[in-house]
């Protein structure tokens, strides 16, 4: 059982907007750490999305947003498309943890 | 930037493996590099970290004791050895390069994974 909950899945229309939360507690997110997303298609090896919080790597699409307020965090893709069916993991520090690093459940996303 | 692991593997229960993750493109020993599983279906995992400058590592609460990671550092290469397999360590194995600081780090380069299935 992951530490950062997330839903199993979501889904929406081509052009809608979806959110994916990603909720902790006060010894990761609430304690002020950086979430970082990730997104993996089908078949591939995980790729870095938004970094601390709502931070995008050169090359991702500003359709894609992140967000953290108190020990939840939130992943907003606008507009969405076909080619953003993929399965979406937030990671973050846990102080409690041997290692310290932890990463949600993950949250498929389906385009209706 | 590139992360190159070795070979799918398949071992019996009970049994070692070792996956290796060659880098280049970048300063070897300036960047930890993290391993992170994926069984079959399921979401990612932490294994472990090392700092391939001095060594260092940290492993997740459910490997300690069974997980070494190393790395030779003339051949910029980290590695990841799993001992006392059992059908529950199937999985696929990334390493990935940390970046960020202490208390935020995130992974910005990851290699290709490597498939390690374990069956009687």
């Known amino acids: 059982q992951s530490v950062l909950t997330q839903p199993p899945s979501v889904s929406g229309a081509p052009g809608q907007r979806v959110t994916i939360s990603c909720t902790g507690s006060?010894?990761?997110?609430?304690?002020?750490?950086?979430v970082h997303w990730y997104q993996q298609l089908p078949g591939t090896a995980p790729q870095l999305l938004i970094f601390a919080n709502n931070n995008r790597p050169s090359g991702v699409p500003d359709r894609f947003s992140g967000s953290k307020s108190g020990t939840s965090a939130s992943l907003a893709i606008a507009g969405l498309q076909a080619e953003d069916e993929a399965t979406y993991y937030c990671q973050s520090y846990d102080i409690n943890l041997p290692a310290s690093r932890v990463f949600g459940s993950g949250t498929t996303v389906t385009v209706l | 930037v590139q992360l190159l692991q070795s070979g799918a593997e398949m071992r019996k229960p009970g049994a070692s493996v070792k996956v290796s993750c060659r880098a280049s493109g970048y300063a070897f020993k300036g960047y930890y590099i993290q391993w992170v599983r994926q069984t079959p279906g399921q979401g990612l995992e932490l294994v472990g970290w090392?700092?391939?400058?001095?060594?260092?590592?940290s492993y997740a609460q459910r490997f300690q004791g069974r997980v070494t990671m190393t790395r030779d550092s003339s051949i910029n290469t980290a590695y990841m050895e799993l001992r006392g397999l059992t059908s529950d360590d199937t999985a696929v194995y990334y390493c990935a390069r940390e970046e960020g600081h202490s208390g935020s780090v995130y992974l910005d380069y990851w290699g290709q994974g490597t498939l390690v299935s374990v069956s009687a």
């Open positions: 006060s010894s990761n997110i609430g304690a002020g750490y950086d």
């Open positions: 090392i700092n391939p400058n001095s060594g260092g590592t």
